[in-house]
Structures are given as structure tokens and as C-alpha cells.
DNA sequence: CGGTGGTCAGACAACGCTGTCATGCCCGCA
DNA sequence: TGCGGGCATGACAGCGTTGTCTGACCACCG
């Protein structure tokens, strides 16, 4: 034991420690731990068996800090218990991975306040980058971002403000082929619930549906409710607009809640309407009938965003760029049919 | 401008850059950001202004290397995509967050030796504790753990080696439960598919559902099949099951994929077989008939995992415990009825 | 008027590492 | 023998904070 070291015996062993028991300096025991040239094999080797005898490791703060990258990345999203986020989330970290980059995971739970402060603590804590699924449009983060020049990338909802990197779904594509495979099987009467209307992607894809709609030719009978929607709501709506004069003999839902809200009123009304939602869900194949529905790819999303933020970081100074990611119409059977279900 | 920070123009200003543009010493700056008593009004409302004239932010880096603690826990999965682990990851980070801490989170894919480099990175860091679905039972980090001090929490599944604090769940209780429910509603030739053995919540499940079935004078033909399964595989089991002498009436499956495959290949056989699946999913009430479950807690357990290492870093020294967390069964209809479903 | 105590502020070292530069040594060659 | 050059190694400062200690200043008291 040397002085160096006996005030915190149950301490970790630094450099220090490590160079006092190989009689050797520091940097050479820097040298040896991240294989920097220069080291006479035997003084390394002696080193080597030092630091395996007392257990070092490299403290990586400390190391981080003297080079000013933390070689860590931060994701922000509303919920990363939500499957939309949780596959971003695993493509996000995936990419960071691979290019030995940490990842760390945050929720704002949908609060834009939340979204600013938990911002800024990723910058006080100077994280290399962010990838963002913003609560809002509001860039409320713009000042701070600009002040630590943290590169930052948004994804599925764009902001106001200074332009940035955003990665997109292509929500008016969805909506049109979603509205064309239904007109492609004969309907002409098709109902819409979106999700609240604050929420961009909603309001896209409204805008999306009334459009094609026009464009379609299709009745004009205002067939449109927008959320927050809750199973009773959709219920509600949907037995007036099945009866009635001119009925919907089809629904597209908005996005995944609404199309579970819809699938359970349509099961309990009876009403063998088609229908067509947005965002793919675990086991829509396996509901009776399966859902056709379109899919975004959460995981390209995540990981074009990721890759976007690396460029970033490996000194890409182009314009912000926003990149339209496409969907995909997954055709199953709600789509198709009309009557009921065959089992 | 001072010479301090002439040289490094474009970058981010630190407390040096506050206290020269103030002049006060670096500490009074500390002083201020930190709250800390014994700074004059006058001064520290100055010190304020040059903090915001600069647009200055603490490098918590810096801070916390100084300070031992990073104020961040890590969690490491197989994948975080996974609703199960995604569910788990929300609820720890939600834990971290109440607590002013950062969460990290990483994929160990499945491999033992990625999880353990991911565990060694994470050690590098110093991170201040972990929470970890092991890969496997082999406790292939101890060592860098018990040198390194980082307290650690399993999940899920148990580790060989030293006691370390563990969260399970109920997997006897569950399947238990899930037999018992069966057997009441009259079935008494059951199949049990489970995962590949190599998992330990795949064996615990199967050897709950061997001494159940004992404990409950079932007729003790094995109709136990082991995994890795494919849809296919349940599909050609099932089937020769469901035929031939004392056909089987009901299904117990072991995880959520294999509900799926088991689900499909029922469907696709028109086999009106009654079903407990284990975990929980989205949808499950939605399927027809909707699947009775064995539910497990990814929320609870997260929570749970996050409050006992919580508990361990605010000094709690006590031997490392075993907690047990109970399933719920949740009945639909799928394990009621025998016959076709109705709709 | 000297002593005491309180308040505010700063100097300095330290956290553990790495970048830069200096040093010492040995070798080969003239 | 002297010298240039390459190699192995080390000293030192610095990354941006904070803990500790010291010091200046003032008010108050006997």
C-alpha cells in the first residue's frame, strides 16, 4: 500500500495507484489502457498485471471530460412504455451502440415543460446529441440548443423556430392510400376519427383524408371527428353515421388507440363495417377480421434519425435537412370485405 | 472579453468565464449556481446576469466527477422493443426520474458476453447502479461489480453466484392459477408449450405446470412441448394432440409468443381448444375469443426493481433479498368456453 | 481602543484522466 | 569521441467543478 492510496482503501484504484505499484507513471499507464504505441512490451505487461491485480478500470468520466465528448446520445419521448416508442427507442440505441455511443432514455410524458427541462439537464450534462419526439411545436428548447450548439434531430412532428433535422412520416401518403384501397373496393361513404387535433399528425392526417376525399370525388357529407376520443365516443359516432341516410360502409381510424376504440364499438354495435387504421399493431392479423392498416416504420424512423445525428456529430454542417419517411399500406382483411366476417 | 476565454471563442462558457465577466471568484459563481447561503443579494443578482448574458449552464460532467456520483442507473434487456421490457424500462426510468436521476439504457440482445461488455461500460461509467434481465444464469459480472461496488438488481430471472437482489415473478402462482382455472371449467387433458429450456422462466413455468397437473390428479400424459417453437411447430403438435386417444381440450401456453403461434395454428386447425396464455398483450380482449392470461407486471416489477436499488444506493446494507411478485390471471372468455366462439 | 465573532469572498487543491512537451537513453555513424 | 535521431517514459498542466480553509471587513462589546 502506498500513501497514494491509503486514505481510500475500499476505494476504486486510479491511474495513480495503478502506476505507484508498477513503479511507472501515470501516462504510461494511460498509454497502456487505451493501447497508445510507445510502450516496451514487458514495462505494458507489468502494467497489465498491476491493473488486473488491483481491479482497475478507467473511470470514463473523467476521461470524457478531459476530451470533451461524453460519446453518449439522449432520446426524448412522450412514453417509452408506448410500442411507437419503444421500437424508435430500440433502433435509436442500436445505432449508438455500434458506434460505441451510450444512449439515454427520457420521458416528458406528453408536458412540454417537462420537454425543456429534461433538455436541458441532457445539455448540462452534455450529452453529444438529441433525438427528439417533441411534445409540441412550440421550440421551446431553441435558446439552450443554440447556446451548447447540441446537435438535435426531431422526429415524427415538426417545430417551429430555428430549422433542425426532422425526420417525418409521410402521414398524407398513408391517409391517401388508405382512402384509395377503401375507394378501390367499392366504398364511397368513409368516416374519419383522428386524434385531438393539437397534436400535428392528426390534423395532418385529417387534412390528408379531407383532401383525397376531394380529389377522389367522393360525397362531401362531412364524415370527420376528431378526438381525444374514447372508446364511448367512437361508439357513439359510429351508430349514428352507420344508420342514417347515405351510411359509411368503411372508417379509417387515426392512429392505434382509435382503431382499438373502433374495433371494440364495431364489434358491440354489430356493424360489419371495413375499416382501415393507422400504425401497425402487434396481432392486427390476428383480430377477427384482420386489420388492415398503415404501417409506419418506427424502427427506420429511429434509426434514420440516429444516423442523422451522427453525421451531425462527425462535423456534417449541411442545411437542416427534413427527410419524408414513406408507409405502407399492409392490406388485410377489414379492408376488403363488406358483410360479415367469415370466421 | 478576457484572456480566458479568448482561446476558445465559440465555446461554452464556464464558471471562469461567469466570475471574470462578474468579478467574483470562481466559487462565488459556484457559490450562486448551487444555491449555497453566504453570497450578498447584490452579488449574487450581478453573478445572475452574467450567468444569463452568457447563456452559461453547469457542466454536470465536471460536477459529478468531483462530487463520486453520476446520478445516473442503467438498464440493461435483451431488447428493448420488446413489450415487456419497454414496459419495465418506463417504469425505471419513471423511478430515476423522481429522483433526479438520468437513465441508461442498453440492449444486450440475448448474449451473454454483450451483456457483460455493456455491464463493463456501464461500470466504466460509474453509473451509480443497475438493473439487468440477465442473459443467462451464469453471473459472468460479478467480479467487475464486486470490485467496482455497483449495486445491481436482477430481473425476471435468477443469477448463479453472489446473493444479489432479484425480482421475480410468480411463475408457479401463475401457471398454477392458470391450470386450476382450466380445470374447473371441466378440462382435464391439458398441453402445456413452453420456450426453449435454456430460459429458467421456461423451465419454472413447465415444472409448475408437471406438478400441478400431479397435484391435481390430471391424467399424467406428457403433453408438455419445449421450445424454441415456431407457428408451425405448435401447429403440427397440436394437431396430432387434439386427435388420437384422449384428445387434449385445452392449451397452456408459456409466453407471449408462443400464444401467438398457438393462437394462429387453433385458428387455421378451426380447433375450438380453450386457452390460458402467459403475459399479457395488447389486444388480448380484442382477439376472438379474447385470451384468458396470466399477467404479469412489467410495470410493477420495473418499479419494484428501480426501488430497491434506489434503496441500496441511499445506503440500505441489508442482505441481498429474492422478492416475489404475484401474476394475476385475468379471465376472458378463452379459457372458459369449449365450442366454437360465438361472436 | 482592542478583542470577539459573524458575514462574505477568494485561493487552492482535488476529482481521474489525457495532451503536450521535455527528458534521458541507446544506437549508429562519421 | 561526438552527435543526430529515434524510442520509451515522465512531468505538468488542464478539463470544469466543488470542498476546505483562510482572510478581509465590519459591527459590536466591554
Redesign the interface.
Known amino acids: 500500500m502506498t500513501a497514494l492510496s491509503d486514505h481510500r482503501t ?1 476505494a ?1 484504484p486510479t491511474m495513480a495507484d495503478v502506476a505507484a505499484e508498477a513503479h511507472v507513471s501515470v501516462k504510461t499507464v494511460s498509454r497502456v489502457v487505451n493501447h497508445e504505441p510507445g510502450v516496451r512490451p514487458d514495462t505494458a505487461e507489468r502494467v497489465r498485471a498491476v491493473i488486473e491485480r488491483l ?1 482497475f ?6 476521461r ?2 478531459r476530451q470533451g465528448r ?1 460519446f ?1 446520445i439522449a432520446l426524448v419521448v412522450e ?5 411507437f ?3 424508435v ?3 435509436v ?2 445505432e449508438a ?1 455500434i458506434r460505441q455511443h ?6 416528458a410524458e406528453g408536458s412540454p415543460s417537462r420537454e425543456r427541462a429534461v433538455i ?7 450529452v453529444d446529441g438529441i433525438v427528439v419526439v417533441p411534445a409540441d411545436e412550440s421550440a421551446s428548447s431553441d ?2 440548443l443554440e ?3 447540441t446537435p438535435i434531430v426531431y422526429m415524427d412532428r415538426p417545430v417551429r423556430g430555428t430549422p433542425r433535422d426532422t425526420i417525418l412520416s409521410d402521414n398524407h401518403g398513408g391517409i391517401r392510400s388508405a382512402v384509395e384501397h377503401l375507394v378501390a373496393h367499392g366504398h364511397r361513404n368513409i368516416a374519419f376519427y383522428g386524434d385531438d387535433p393539437a397534436f400535428w399528425t392528426a390534423r395532418q392526417r385529417r387534412d390528408a383524408f379531407v383532401t383525397t376525399q376531394q380529389s377522389l370525388g367522393l360525397p362531401t357529407t362531412p364524415r370527420v371527428s376528431m378526438g381525444p376520443h374514447s372508446p364511448a365516443s367512437v361508439h357513439e359516432s359510429l351508430s349514428q353515421w352507420a344508420t342514417g341516410p347515405e351510411p359509411i360502409t368503411a372508417v379509417i381510424t387515426g392512429n392505434n388507440r382509435i382503431t ?1 376504440a373502433a ?2 364499438a364495431l ?1 358491440e354495435l354489430r356493424l360489419p363495417l371495413s375499416l382501415v387504421g393507422y400504425d401497425d ?3 392486427a392479423a ?3 377480421p384482420p386489420v388492415t392498416v398503415v404501417h409506419q416504420d418506427p ?1 427506420a424512423m429511429g434509426q434514420k434519425a440516429a444516423q442523422q445525428l451522427f453525421a451531425r456529430l462527425l462535423g456534417d454542417e449541411s442545411q437542416a435537412q427534413t427527410v419524408v419517411m414513406p408507409t405502407r399500406l399492409i392490406v388485410r382483411a377489414s379492408g376488403v370485405r363488406r358483410g360479415t366476417p367469415t ?1
Do not use: C, K, W
Request: aromatic fraction near 4%; avoid cysteine; glycine fraction near 6%.
Open positions: 475500499a476504486r481491479g478500470r478507467r473511470h470514463d468520466g473523467a470524457l471530460m461524453t453518449t412514453d417509452l412504455a408506448n410500442p416508442y419503444s421500437q427507442g430500440a433502433a440505441e442500436r451502440r451510450q444512449l439515454i432514455t427520457a420521458s436541458e439537464a441532457l445539455v448540462n450534462r452534455r435558446a439552450v447556446a451548447s450548439h382499438l374495433l371494440l364489434r399493431f402487434e396481432l390476428l383480430i377477427d424502427a370466421r
